[in-house]
């Protein structure tokens, strides 16, 4: 009986557009959760893009050193190698911190890239010449890097003195 009766209203026009306009209304709920679904799984949220770095290289350098005190060796070197885009300085203080994780290799070419930056440097051939003593080869060069470690910044010379000094007495073992 339930069935004659609902197609006997459709059978009314008058009834069937009512049926029809309940139909195609949307309550407010229903529509504001179809466009939240379909604003959400359409598009990803909103990201911020930096096109430019906002610290500076010298900021860069200074939470390198940060970290390195810390302990936090790679953070360290990931700060380094930014601030070497516009401070060359910066390769000192990455074969610095390539030294302490004992990666000898990498340490020297950053100290040896540092030396060809800035030919000034003088701890950039201190610390070249330090780690030659450190590993026992090169001696001879070392030995030519403190010396012009000296020569580079003599307000430096009692430290640079120390490498120099260690370095002779371990040719002289050597020997």
Same mark, same amino acid.
């Given at each position: 009986m339930e069935k004659n009766k609902a197609l006997d209203n459709a059978d009314n026009p008058k009834t069937l557009s009512n049926m029809l306009e309940r139909r195609h209304q949307i309550s407010p709920f229903l529509f504001l959760s179809l466009c939240s679904l379909l604003f959400f799984s359409s598009c990803t949220f909103p990201r911020i893009i930096l096109l430019e770095d906002p610290l500076t290289s010298e900021e860069h350098l200074n939470l390198g050193v940060a970290y390195e005190k810390e302990g936090e060796l790679d953070s360290a070197i990931r700060e380094y190698k930014l601030a070497t885009k516009k401070l060359p300085v910066a390769y000192v203080y990455l074969g610095n911190a390539y030294f302490q994780k004992n990666e000898l290799d990498e340490a020297e070419q950053y100290y040896k890239t540092a030396i060809k930056q800035e030919t000034h440097n003088s701890d950039a051939y201190n610390n070249l010449a330090w780690l030659y003593y450190v590993t026992g080869g090169n001696l001879n060069e070392? =030995?030519?890097?403190?010396?012009?470690?000296? =020569?580079?910044?003599?307000?430096k010379n009692n430290t640079y003195r120390d490498t120099l000094e260690k370095i002779r007495e371990l040719k002289r073992h050597v020997r």
């Amino acid at each position: 009986m339930e069935k004659n009766k609902a197609l006997d209203n459709a059978d009314n026009p008058k009834t069937l557009s009512n049926m029809l306009e309940r139909r195609h209304q949307i309550s407010p709920f229903l529509f504001l959760s179809l466009c939240s679904l379909l604003f959400f799984s359409s598009c990803t949220f909103p990201r911020i893009i930096l096109l430019e770095d906002p610290l500076t290289s010298e900021e860069h350098l200074n939470l390198g050193v940060a970290y390195e005190k810390e302990g936090e060796l790679d953070s360290a070197i990931r700060e380094y190698k930014l601030a070497t885009k516009k401070l060359p300085v910066a390769y000192v203080y990455l074969g610095n911190a390539y030294f302490q994780k004992n990666e000898l290799d990498e340490a020297e070419q950053y100290y040896k890239t540092a030396i060809k930056q800035e030919t000034h440097n003088s701890d950039a051939y201190n610390n070249l010449a330090w780690l030659y003593y450190v590993t026992g080869g090169n001696l001879n060069e070392a =030995e030519s890097l403190a010396l012009k470690a000296m =020569e580079l910044n003599p307000s430096k010379n009692n430290t640079y003195r120390d490498t120099l000094e260690k370095i002779r007495e371990l040719k002289r073992h050597v020997r």
